[in-house]
């Protein structure tokens, strides 16, 4: 049997990681089917109806898969930290309650329009369900962040005894719920969720392209493909450099706010001043893989750079080493490898977008086909991203749950054994990474099926067309 | 007041940084008066254990349609019905669900540590109703996805599975909060889940007679007075149990609060009988919303004051301090209107029964 707290934190974590997929997918679309939407009744051009019939039908399984693995994540606050939610109730409890009602009510309701109504309702209430689904979304993120900054830098409350028990109290909710992370979480966040979806749709886009002009094995609606890609690469093109730009400046209020974290983050275990920044780091033994040390690791390092970076410019900054905090270091091999990971997939997207931003000035989009593979190869990169992101700021954070007031292992639930928490552990690994296998194998389908064919001025649903065999058959729907 | 690292998992001198952050922060809203004492001097702790039940009587009664739905699936064999079915739910579901969400953050806002002490406590139970609404939730929308048989066939079984175990652990939940029992099950906590089933059932053929027309709509329709009187026996069961086995519930349960929403029960379970009859499916859709309100009402009501047995816990005890609730407050009276609001654009949007090729596999 696992222990408790080390079984919760797995099970937490797992959770987490499978489950942000979902909303990533759900938060990033959102804006494109916004669009998608708005154009379509604008323009009443068939192609739009295609976009946001086929984008909407992976937002579809999105949400859905989303709403069940999240509804577990906000009872795992009860269920394997009670001593947490009953601890930090009075701050954590509020946000979580207000994103149900703001936020996920918003975006469960009118999604039922927007996904089945299209045919039942006119533009207006159809373009509202749209935008709302949208707003939904993204309010949604705005309350679970702002949950999960106050953690990472806890303001506005005061210990008190109730009960015999040491709770954090609420004394000034605007100190509390603005703190300083949240702003830079959730921009970082946001533009990394369209940013994944952006790379998603250009590397499904760019298979499909590839298929048609390289292989010559046509697909249905190239033009359907060329135009997603075109759309995709617009927002990569924005998104890319300014995650890059932002991140930058993040990493400077991390270095301010959570120092052991950011030390963690460059692991560097003595405090020194001049630290050079690793931009490309090569482990040549286990040792550094498992027990990374900055100073001992072969790579490139920019002299004074990860001390410039801490500290906005200065490369004499000095950078407080794990040594000299009294409480025990974060696991700093995770921290300092998925921070790498994370950074050099934001450059390699910046050079992706910038590389495909000229072929398409040239006029050579579709003919670089190293470029069509790249952004094949990296259509799921931007979630990768995101999961590394997070368990940067996660697991850098550890051993606090809540910075600097109270730790992950004293938040777990005193009841729960290790015979349950084992249990209920190696069953969401069995379920969750069940859930993924299926989602990744639904969203497969839909991708390699395309788009639905629309004839003008006659909107066919699929069924029709599927019972009446009038349209043409999707390419690889094989299934009936 | 407060003893810096007097209890364990706390850091000595958090206290110290905290003071700085309120000083930093510079403005404080005690000023505005929301910490001084309830709003407008309104009862809070009474009307937020009142809403905390109220919307678990909300998502038992909307889902509960859903898992009726999904139970009398299991009676249809014809494509076309299994089609309708999944239709008919399709596009309130999800919305529906979200009243657990809501419920789950409104107890973890109000009071925090009977939401902790709650569900670490019936710790398998829980993830066993999260696992039930997972599939419960997955299974329409990859049934849709594909058209062999056997994927349909497997997609069918687990949409059942999870239709009808979501309110009978739900209600094993429910009870064994109620009887402040720890055990995993319980007799009378089993037959309360039973008995939620009855009447998600019950929600689900009236729901159907709204969203189906000729030999479906009557089909389906039938089952419902069976489940409700099934439900009705199984709530004078329980109550009957609990009088002759808690000599501690009897006062309450002879309460005229208590006697007044078992009466109320059999009026209404009577009314749905013949609104069903005379095919006035709003009407018995509206019975069972009365039945599922009343049973959560029987519950609070039996509750009170106290709301977790096991830990001796009061409300009064577990309500959070005045500052958040009040906020809480504000924040419940402007969305809860809205959210309303939602639901009548979404029910308004798919009136009437579910049209030809509508549904999953419509878009």
């Known amino acids: 049997m696992i222990e408790p707290a080390l079984a919760s934190r797995l099970q937490f974590a797992l959770t987490t990681i499978v489950h942000i997929i979902f909303p990533v997918m759900s938060m990033g679309l959102a804006p494109f089917l916004v669009y998608f939407t708005w154009k379509d009744i604008r323009t009443g051009e068939p192609i739009y109806e295609q976009l946001r019939r086929f984008w909407t039908k992976i937002f579809a399984i999105s949400f859905v898969v989303g709403t069940v693995t999240g509804i577990v994540l906000e009872f795992e606050f009860g269920t394997n930290f009670a001593a947490f939610s009953t601890a930090a109730g009075e701050l954590f409890g509020g946000p979580l309650a207000v994103e149900g009602m703001m936020a996920f009510m918003l975006e469960a309701t009118f999604l039922g329009i927007f996904v089945f109504g299209r045919e039942r309702v ?25 949950a999960n900054s106050w953690m990472q830098t806890p303001r506005g409350y005061e210990l008190v005894t109730e009960n ?39 590397g499904v886009a760019a298979y499909h392209l590839f298929r048609h002009y390289h292989w010559e094995y046509p697909v249905d609606h190239p033009q359907f493909w060329e135009k997603t890609l075109k759309i995709a ?21 991390v270095a301010e706010t959570q120092p052991q974290k950011f030390a963690a983050m460059e692991a560097v275990w003595e405090t020194e001043s001049y630290v050079p920044e690793y931009i490309i780091a090569v482990p040549t033994n286990l040792e550094d893989l498992t027990n990374p040390r900055a100073k001992e690791i072969f790579g490139i390092g920019i002299p004074g ?17 794990l040594n000299e905090f009294e409480t025990e270091a974060p696991p700093v091999a995770i921290v300092f490898w998925s921070f790498r990971i994370m950074v050099g997939l934001g450059f390699w997207f910046v050079l992706l977008a910038f590389w495909a931003g000229y072929r398409w000035w040239r006029g050579q989009l579709l003919e670089d086909d190293l470029l069509q593979k790249s952004l094949m190869a990296s259509s799921l990169l931007g979630i990768l991203a995101v999961e590394v992101g ?65 004839t003008p001025d006659a909107p066919e649903t699929d069924v029709v067309r599927e019972e009446t065999g009038a349209g043409p058959k999707p390419a690889g729907g094989d299934d009936d | ?97 979200v009243w657990l969400v809501v419920f789950g953050g409104a107890l973890f806002a109000a009071f925090p540590a009977v939401y902790a002490n709650l569900f670490s406590r019936h710790y398998l139970l829980m993830f066993a109703i999260l696992g039930a609404l997972i599939v419960r939730g997955l299974a329409p929308e990859m049934y849709e996805q594909r058209h062999d048989e056997t994927w349909q066939r497997w997609w069918g079984r687990a949409f059942v599975v999870g239709s009808v175990a979501a309110p009978l652990l739900l209600g094993i939940f429910a009870g064994n909060w109620l009887l402040g029992s720890t055990a995993l099950v319980s007799l009378p906590s089993l037959v309360v889940g039973v008995a939620l089933v009855a009447l998600s059932t019950a929600g689900g053929a009236a729901f159907l007679g709204l969203k189906t027309r000729g030999r479906l709509q009557q089909e389906t329709a039938a089952y419902g007075p069976k489940a ?31 006697l007044g929403l078992v009466g109320a029960s059999a009026v209404l379970g009577a009314g749905y009988v013949v609104a069903m009859r005379r095919e006035s499916y709003v009407g018995a859709l509206a019975a069972t919303a009365g039945l599922t309100y009343g049973l959560v009402a029987l519950v609070a009501a039996l509750l009170y004051p106290v709301i977790d047995p096991v830990a001796g816990l009061t409300v009064a005890d577990a309500i959070v301090s005045t500052l958040p609730l009040n906020l809480m407050s504000i924040g419940a009276a402007l969305l809860l209107p809205l959210i309303f609001a939602y639901f009548v654009v979404l029910y308004a949007a798919f009136w009437g029964p579910v049209e030809e090729g509508e549904g999953y596999a419509g878009e």
């Open chain 1, 305 to 321: 750079g990860a001390s410039w970076l801490a500290s906005g410019g200065d490369p004499s900054a000095e950078i407080i080493g």
């Open chain 2, 228 to 258: 409700l009187v099934a439900y009705l026996a199984l709530v004078v069961v329980a109550v009957g149990y609990l009088f002759a086995t808690r000599p501690d519930l009897r006062g309450d349960l002879l309460s005229p609060i208590a």
């Open chain 1, 390 to 454: 997070w368990i940067v700021t996660e697991v850098g954070r550890q051993p606090w749950v809540i910075q600097g007031v109270m730790k992950t292992a004293d938040g777990v639930s005193p009841g729960l054994t290790g015979f349950e928490a084992t249990l209920t552990l190696v069953s969401f690994a069995v379920v969750y990474l069940g859930l993924l296998a299926l989602y990744s194998y639904v969203v497969f389908r839909i991708v390699r099926a395309g788009p639905p064919s629309i």
């Open chain 1, 164 to 202: 015999g028990q040491m709770i954090v109290s609420l004394v000034d909710p605007i100190a509390a719920y603005a703190n300083p992370r949240f702003p830079w979480m959730y921009v970082h966040m946001q533009n990394a969720a369209v940013l994944s979806v952006a790379l998603f749709m250009a």
């Open chain 2, 1 to 97: 007041m407060t003893e810096p690292g007097a209890t364990v998992g706390f850091a000595a001198g958090a206290t110290g940084r905290e003071a700085a952050a309120t000083l930093e922060a510079g403005f404080a809203l005690q000023a505005g008066g929301l910490a001084d004492g309830p709003l407008l001097g309104l009862p809070l702790t009474e009307l937020w254990y009142g809403l905390v039940f109220f919307i678990l009587g909300t998502f038992l009664f909307l889902d509960g349609f859903d898992f009726g739905v999904g139970a009398i699936f299991v009676t249809r064999s014809e494509e076309s019905a299994r089609e309708q079915l999944l239709a008919a739910i399709g596009p309130f579901w999800d919305g529906n669900e």
């Open chain 1, 233 to 253: 690469l617009v927002v990569l093109i924005i998104t890319a450099p300014f995650q890059v730009l932002h991140g930058d400046a993040y990493g400077r209020h």
């Open chain 1, 122 to 146: 006119g533009n207006v209430l159809y373009m509202i369900s749209a935008v709302a689904v949208a707003l939904g979304t993204w309010l949604s993120a705005v309350w679970i962040l702002i």
